[in-house]
């Protein structure tokens, strides 16, 4: 079972507001990842994290921020939210196969499911 | 540039069938990693294997069952005797060695559908 989690788990805002997506590991992991996940079900990575201080843009361009102060919090901000930012965002988190510079599997949260108005 | 499709975007069966759930990549890497995830309606991905490029056995679990092909550059997952709590989105998915395979990428995933 894996030991990360994501809140809040529904969040319906108006537009304009700015919210922030907590997403905390409690298993040491040094990389981090953000996807976006469609309606239609697709995902797609929109920031990354090898470690603390480290964030990186994915590969679909998205309006929303990261940090990554500490190795198990990495949490995702919209400024200004719309609708168009309605989806769900994805959480995850891995590490590297012993010995190697290759990652593993990537362990995942719950999803925080976002409704802007 | 990586790409993973999944053609089949819903499949329905009944229980205790058996079902298959294409998965076909490209890729320009020669080490590559193959991944498969269940996603239940509680939404979060539930990992059930991953493969290396230069691992082409067979692998089975239980009434999972997956079958890598580079030659066909597919990697399919076929679950016997299905069963209702099968049911959810499935998804294939890719990462490059020469990205220290920091970073999966997804096909559009399969809903399965196991009818009682």
């Known amino acids: 079972e894996a030991d990360i989690y994501q809140t809040p788990r529904y969040l319906v805002i108006g537009t304009g507001k700015k919210i922030t997506l907590e997403c905390s590991q409690t298993m040491g992991h040094d990389k981090m990842y953000w996807y976006q996940q469609d309606p239609g079900m697709e995902l797609h990575l929109i920031h990354y994290?090898?470690?603390?201080?480290?964030?990186e843009k994915g590969d679909l361009s998205s309006e929303s921020t990261v940090s990554r102060i500490r190795t198990e919090h990495f949490p995702l901000t919209l400024e200004s939210a719309r609708p168009s930012h309605t989806s769900q965002y994805l959480c995850?988190?891995?590490?590297?196969?012993?010995?190697?510079?290759?990652?593993?599997?990537?362990?995942f949260g719950e999803g925080s499911r976002l409704t802007v108005l | 540039a990586q790409k993973v499709t999944q053609a089949q975007t819903e499949i329905s069966v009944v229980e205790k069938e058996d079902v298959t759930l294409d998965c076909v990549y490209e890729?320009?890497?020669?080490?590559?990693?193959l991944f498969w995830y269940k996603q239940p309606p509680s939404g979060e991905l539930v990992f059930l294997i991953r493969?290396?490029?230069?691992?082409?056995q067979n692998e089975i679990s239980g009434r999972y069952s997956w079958n890598f092909q580079k030659s066909t550059s597919s990697f399919n997952f076929t679950i016997t005797a299905s069963q209702v709590v099968d049911s959810a989105v499935y998804f294939c998915?890719?990462?490059?060695?020469?990205?220290?395979?920091?970073?999966?990428?997804f096909g559009q995933g399969t809903r399965l559908t196991i009818n009682p």
């Open positions: 890729t320009r890497d020669t080490t590559y990693y």
């Open positions: 493969r290396n490029s230069f691992d082409e």
């Open positions: 998915a890719l990462s490059e060695a020469s990205q220290g395979a920091q970073k999966l990428v």
């Open positions: 995850a988190s891995s590490e590297l196969q012993p010995g190697t510079v290759v990652t593993g599997e990537l362990f």
């Open positions: 994290s090898y470690g603390v201080n480290s964030t």
